[in-house]
């Protein structure tokens, strides 16, 4: 036992090969990760001010903490999907070692089921700040379409929880399902044109950013388990790049296509500049280029560098990268929907 823990201490190869990089595990790095996520909670609540900022739009009562709501339930869905998806490709390699990172999926869940009963609790009052509890009507949520969208989450979140707690946690994503769906009708009321069409495409483009980001982020935590398994460490994270690469195609696809049903294309620059939705959709844009970037930074390296496993460096950026995303998705879906102009 006292040789076999030294051993794994360095966790293998991984720490000589992120000398290179300069990157350097400690109390930096984990000081540096807080304030990213604090800044991913506050975009939420500080951005609506900034996007609405001479656009002569009105925002929603309590738009900021409806953004953070929202924040934390597409949060809340990405880590379970992820971590499902992770334990698939897993599954796939050859000679793959038995150890993965815990699961955060319950925690996720109960996370996911306080934010949805949040954004419930607005619904409940007609989309108005409830300042009490006595202003919350339960029973009509079962009365009108958003409230019974708003229930399925709501429910969804709290089934997860449970299966994941069970012997078969594989099964939460039938109810994880169920929330993404919900979601995607929730985004495109009845009054919206072809609203099918739009319900498909959210559901295309929430269920792929569940995979991406989620999935990176399981990739990272599972890799230094594995210890002294290197072609596995980088097999697994090759499999999950080429996966990705699909991944991030469909959500570039889906995002075009909706915003083009939201933006006709003579209006969409004017649009990316003069509304608040626009100009947050603008700056989703551009993290999910700088996004790319690291993505494409990290396959570079994972196929010609020396150790391939220098890779996780851009990795871990590009995976902080996408919690900004994920914070400024929830805003996105919180501010008023841009005029079609014709």
């Known amino acids: 036992m006292g040789l076999t823990r030294p051993t794994d201490g360095p966790s293998g190869e991984d720490r000589p090969a992120r000398t290179p990089d300069g990157s350097r595990p400690g109390t930096g790095r984990a000081v540096a990760v807080l304030v990213l996520v604090l800044l991913a909670a506050l975009i939420p609540l500080l951005g609506p001010s900034v996007a609405l900022d001479g656009t002569g739009e009105a ?89 019974k969208l708003a229930l399925l989450e709501v429910n969804g979140f709290a089934a997860a929880g449970l299966c994941a707690l069970s012997a078969r946690p ?32 959210t559901f295309v483009h929430l269920t792929c950013a569940a995979l991406w980001v989620g999935g990176l982020l399981y990739v990272l935590r599972t890799l230094p388990l594995w210890g002294a398994a290197r072609e596995a460490r980088v097999a697994l994270l090759g499999l999950y790049a080429r996966v990705a690469a699909v991944l991030l195609a469909l959500i570039t696809a889906t995002g075009i ?26 700056a989703k844009v551009i993290l999910v280029v700088a996004v790319a970037g690291l993505a494409l930074w ?24 996408l919690g900004l995303v994920v914070a400024v998705s929830g805003l996105l879906t919180a501010l008023p929907v841009p005029i079609r102009w014709t």
């Open 257 to 282: 296509w909706s915003t083009l049903r939201r933006m006709p294309p003579g209006t969409v620059l004017d649009q990316l500049t003069s509304t608040a939705y626009g100009r947050t959709l603008l």
């Open 59 to 147: 925002a929603a009562p309590g738009v900021g903490g409806i953004g953070l709501l929202r924040t934390a339930l597409f949060a809340a869905l990405c880590v379970p999907v992820g971590e499902m998806f992770v334990h698939r490709l897993a599954g796939r390699l050859p000679g793959a070692p038995p150890e993965r990172a815990r699961a955060w999926a319950p925690y996720a869940a109960g996370v996911g089921f306080v934010a949805a009963l949040g954004l419930a609790s607005v619904v409940s009052t007609g989309n108005l700040v409830p300042h009490s509890l006595a202003a919350i009507d339960v029973g009509g949520l079962y009365e009108s379409r958003d409230g």
């Open 298 to 321: 990290a396959r570079l390296r994972l196929s010609r560098a020396a150790d391939p496993l220098t890779a996780c460096s851009p990795a871990r950026a590009e995976v902080v990268a």
């Open 170 to 201: 594989a099964i939460q994503v039938w109810p994880l399902a169920a929330v993404a769906v919900a979601e995607a009708l929730r985004a495109h009321p009845a009054p919206e044109l072809d609203p099918l069409t739009g319900s498909a495409l």
